[in-house]
C-alpha cells in the first residue's frame, strides 16, 4: 500500500493537486482521490477543491472504479522485473531434481485438497518418494537424542534421567565447542574431537586401516560434501571440460549438481539383468566414447546402490579401484547405506579399505573421498544434516583450497555435527546405554529387513513388474511393463511414460513413488522408485494398492 500511495501522491502533484496552494487533507488519501478522480475523468484535471472531504479519521470511502484507475496507475508504473527466466543463471535453470519434482509438488495439491474435505478414492496421501525415516514412523535412536539434547541443554547434566555414557559424550562435544555452546560457531572443517571419533570409527570398520582426522571434514549431510568436492573438480571449457562418471540409475543429487556447475555427465549403465552390477567393460565403453567431447576425471559410486539397491562384492570394487589408477580417475565414494546390508552373502566393503588391501601403488596414489552421513542407516537422523567425508591422496595445496571453499560456508550445523559423533561413537559393551542402544539398532535394521523381503517378493507376483533383490539402502526401483496405448497418451500429455504412469497412480491410489526417467534408465525401459521405509502393514497395503493399480492399468491400456 505504500508504493500505491505514493504512485497516487506523485500522479496528484504532477496535477497541481499538492504543492504551494493546496490544500492537503487526508494526506496520502486526498492525492489518491485526485488520482483517481484524473481517471475516471478521463484524464482531464480534476477540481480537486469539490472532492467529498474524507470521513472521520482520514479514511477515504472508495468506489470499485476509483480502486481500479488507481491500480491501473499503479502498474503504469511497475517497471521489468531484474531477475526473469531469460535473464536467470542458466546452469541453475539445468537443474533438476526428481525426488522433489513436479510428482511430489501434484501429492501436496492433493494433501490440501483432502483437509478441504474434497472427496478422493483415497484418505491420505502416502509418500514413499523419499528415505525420510522418521517422517515414515521410524523411532529415533534413544542414546543419540539424549546426547544432542544435553549438548543443546547443558543444564541437564545435572539431571538422574541422562546415563552417564551420555553424558560423558555431551561433555566432550561442548568442550570442542566455542565457549561450551552447540551455539557456536565451529572450525570450518569440524570440531576436531569429532573428527577423532570420525577417524577411530574408520579405523575399527576397515579393520585397522590407519585414519588421519587432518583427512576427515564434517559437512551439512553428504550432499554437502559431494557438492563441495565436485565444484573444486570441475574446470576447462570446451574438449576440456571435466567430465564426471555417474551410474546410471543415478541419485539426482549428481546430475543436479554436474549441471549446476555446468559440468560434463558421462553415464554409465548398471546391468539390470545381473541385479544392477558394475561391470568395468561398461565403465570402459562409457570413458573411451567421453574422451571425444570432454575430459572424464572424475568416477562416481554409488554403494549401497540408490536407487538400485544393490551391494558391490570385494572383485567389483577391485577392479573399479583398478580401473581408476589406469584411467587417473578421482573416485567418489557415496557409502551412506553402510549399514543397509540385507540379503545373505552381501556384505558392506569401503573402497578406502579395498584399496589400503590392494598394496601401496594404489593406496598412495588413488584420489578417493568417501562419504557417510546421519540420514540414513539405522540413525535416519535426516533433519539434523550431519555428514563427513574423508579425502585421501590429497595434493596439500589443493588441501587448503579446499578447506577455504568451506570456509566460505563457515561451518556445517553444530547440531549435526553432535549427532554425527553419535553415529561414530555409539555405546559401547559394559557401558550404561549399550544394552538399550543395541536393541534398537537392530530392531530398525532387521525391520527393514524383512521390508525388503516382502517389497521384492509382493512386486514379482504382480504381472508386468518385476523387481531385482533389495541387497541393500531403503528403496525398490521396479521394472514395469507399459502398454504402447499408455505411452502414447503419455506423449499427448507431454510426459515421460513413466511419469504419466506414477500420476496416475497418485491421482488413484493416493501413492507417491518417483519415475525412473528421474534417476536415468535405458532406453525404452520404465521403472519407478519407491521406499521400504513405511510401517510393515502399511507397507503391505502400499504394495497391495499398486499392485491392483498396475492390473487395472494393464486392463486399460491394453
Partial sequence: MHRFGWVARRA?????CEGPGVRRRGGRDTALRCAASLAAAGGGRPPCARLPPPARGG???WSSAAKASAVKINEKASREKILTLESMNPQVKAVEYAVRGPIVLKAGEIEKELRKGIKKPFTEVIKANIGDAHAMGQRPITFLRQVVALCTYPNLLDSPSF??????RARRILQGCGGNSLGSYSASQGINCIREDVASYIERRDGGVP???DNIYLTTGASD???TILKILVSGGGKSRTGVMIPIPQYPLYSAAISELDAIQVNYYLDEENCWALDVNELRRSLNEAKAYCNPKVLCIINPGNPTGQVQNRKCIEDVIH???EEKLFLLADEVYQDNVYSEGCQFHSFKKILYEMGPEYYNNVELASFHSTSKGYMGECGYRGGYMEV???HPEIKGQLVKLLSVRL??????????DIVVNPPVPGEESYSQFIKEKESVLNNLAKKAKLTEDMFNKVPGIHCNPLQGAMYAFPRIFIPSKAIEEAKAHKMAPDMFYCMKLLEETGICVVPGSGFGQREGSYHFRMTILPPVEKLKILLEKVKDFHIKFLEKYA
Avoid at 546415563?163 to 560423558?168: G, H, L
Avoid at 561451518?411 to 554425527?420: D, F, I, K, T, W
Fill in 163 to 168: 546415563p552417564e555414557d551420555a553424558k560423558k
Fill in 12 to 16: 496528484a502533484a504532477s496535477l497541481g
Fill in 225 to 227: 560434501g559431494i557438492a
Fill in 211 to 213: 585414519a588421519d582426522p
Fill in 323 to 325: 580401473f581408476a589408477w
Fill in 59 to 61: 479514511t477515504v470511502r
Fill in 392 to 394: 585421501i591422496n590429497l
Fill in 411 to 420: 561451518c556445517p550445523p553444530v547440531s549435526g555435527q553432535a549427532a554425527m
